[in-house]
């Protein structure tokens, strides 16, 4: 079946850019995701990639589709304390499959 | 963007014993999701809730364990059935948009523990 999958943490000093990876197998995932989980609280979506497209920017978040190698990123600009937080990255393929989760641990 | 309330938002559970959630949507949609995310970990999709017809179950959920109900296109429960402590996780709610993105909305999620 789907498969996602993602490095499990990250650890970037405040101000530097944070890149989450995210490879997936169905080629088939119409599209691509990243949500946002803060420590007790629910998934929020931050941005999502639709297959056709090789990029999309939104502000301080870019995110980066090579569909190729089934790889998709995050890059967060200028990382931020409150950035800190579980990312989840998730692929369409009519259902949605879930990633791990990548901490991201932000160093003031 | 679609609002979904889930209940309980959390309980304490004894062993053996069943728990149902409710799940309730602002807006009428045909799918609705259900999710798992246990401890550390992340989500499992356990089955896919459509009006008027049986739930679809992903491998290594059984209908015995959680069954679900979807009276109609508002409204879905979800039974934890006959549990264990690694039933303690929590319990997710989800609907698509029905934006192009296509993008998932997830409720607040019950969170079960089970001694």
């Known amino acids: 079946g789907e498969d996602v999958e993602q490095s499990l943490f990250l650890s970037v000093r405040e101000g530097d850019s944070s890149v989450i990876n995210c490879t997936y197998t169905d080629s088939s995932s119409t599209y691509l995701y990243w949500y946002k989980q803060e420590p007790g609280a629910g998934l929020q979506l931050l941005t999502y990639?639709?297959?056709?497209?090789d990029m999309k920017q939104d502000q301080r978040l870019t995110v980066l589709l090579n569909k190729k190698d089934k790889h998709l990123s995050l890059r967060i600009a200028d990382t931020q304390t409150g950035d800190s937080a579980i990312y989840f990255c998730a692929s369409n393929t009519g259902k949605l499959i879930f990633g791990q989760g990548t901490t991201l641990q932000v160093k003031p | 963007s679609a609002v979904i309330s889930q209940k309980p938002s959390r309980d304490i559970c004894q062993r053996g014993t069943s728990l149902t959630i409710q799940c309730q949507v602002d807006s009428q949609v045909t799918m609705m999701f259900w999710y798992r995310q246990q401890p550390g970990q992340s989500l499992t999709l356990i089955a896919t809730?459509?009006?008027?017809?049986?739930?679809?179950?992903e491998s290594g959920f059984v209908i015995d364990k959680f069954p679900i109900s979807r009276p109609n296109l508002t409204f879905s429960t979800l039974t934890v059935s006959n549990m264990s402590p690694e039933d303690s996780s929590i319990y997710l709610c989800?609907?698509?948009?029905?934006?192009?993105?296509?993008?998932?909305?997830f409720g607040e999620g019950s969170r079960l523990t089970v001694l």
């Open positions: 990639i639709f297959s056709n497209m």
């Open positions: 809730a459509n009006q008027g017809s049986e739930a679809t179950y």
């Open positions: 989800s609907v698509f948009s029905g934006r192009m993105g296509g993008e998932l909305f």
